[in-house]
């Protein structure tokens, strides 16, 4: 993954301006959305709690009053979701109580998102050059999502801060092969794991990593061995308080429904009415509620007679329809004046459409190697929602990725439109022809 110097460039004082002017206009954007608005960005009722936003809050004054981590189960422990979010979120109600807590916790998710400049522009410097990095934070900082994300109590905002640390560690872990790097790795693996546990085989995308950088076996061993060895560390205290409060090993979650049942759901209809005369099992009224030990075998019963009966309906939403329900349909819940919803939406397939151009432009130009970090984690997490729910929330913290594909496509076009014009001029002047 090693990129040469004269392409990668060194920041220059000027880089530094435009990226400080950049992360200045976000923090001050972010705040002001967020304090103008305030509990606009509620999904939920605080006094009765019906959405993951307010459940998360209920679930943070439970630890601060002495009881149990418990979601969706009254005062009763439970392990419907991981720890990480309640836990963060009563770091700032403890000390500031529920209303100014809420408050301080979204201004700390605006220092999140300055952060994700910083680290983007590093990422895609990486990955191509200076130019590309600052335009890629200039698109940032103008993606309307983000500041929803500021505002609304959930995952999404810290979840990406650390995946993009993770993806930069990992970038820095393979080039130097230096083992602290690797026990970073490890660290900031588990710390997304306490949020979103599905980043927890993440880090396999190494191998890719350590091919391109000729690692021997016994290397790739080594470091496989403490990036695990940490991860295990420290998950074990949520897996000793699982194994005591419930007597029973639960990796991650133990909670209601299944995303792979649920995710056979076309625009969240029910299965062909053909459906339940082949399977008289099934009832309409039952079959995505609850727990049920058997939610995968009843996924794969929808799969196969929609793929036997419905092939082409079936084959585009496990395609272009959760494509779209990742990237296409925007983060972007609660509109913020004067940007309608129906406006984000085209100004999302502009943007999805410019990093389409760009990514197939670097494909045939540029070499695999240095795109490797953000293709494999686009591809990683696309792969990973399709057989599962797919939809904006999701999509979110991988579409910073795609930027460093958007800001080369405009990149190259500006040089394209400024190479004719100079040409055009030149050869208006006599001073320049073709052959």
Known sequence: MHVPMDRREETTSRDRIWLTVIMAFVLVMSVFVVLAHNNYFLLG??????????KYVQSAELILDGGALAYNSGTEPSAFIMPGMPLLLAAF???FGEQGGIIAFRLFQCLEQVA???LLFLIARRVFDRRVALVACVIAALYPPDYFSSGVILTESTFRLLLMMLVLAMMIAAENRKWIWYVGVGVLTAALAYFKPQASIFPAILLFFWLRERYSLREMVKFTAIIVGTYVILLCPWWIRNVVTFGKFILFTDSAGSPFLLGTRINYNLPPAGFFDAYPQYDPKTIFEGHSSDAISKGLDIIRYGFSHEFWTYLNWYTLGKLQGLYIEPYYWRPIWPLQRPVMVGLQIALMTFTLVGLIWALLRERMGRMLPLLM?????????????AFGRYGYPTIVFMLPFTAYALCRLWDLTFARKLSSRRMGSGGYTFR
């Not at 605080?46 to 307010?54: E, Q, R």
């Not at 984690?377 to 729910?389: A, C, D, R």
């Open 377 to 389: 984690t686009i591809l990683y997490f696309t792969l990973l929602y399709i057989p599962f729910v």
């Open 116 to 118: 994700c400049i910083y």
């Open 93 to 95: 109600i403890g000390p």
């Open 45 to 54: 009722d605080l006094n009765h709690p019906n959405n993951d936003d307010v």
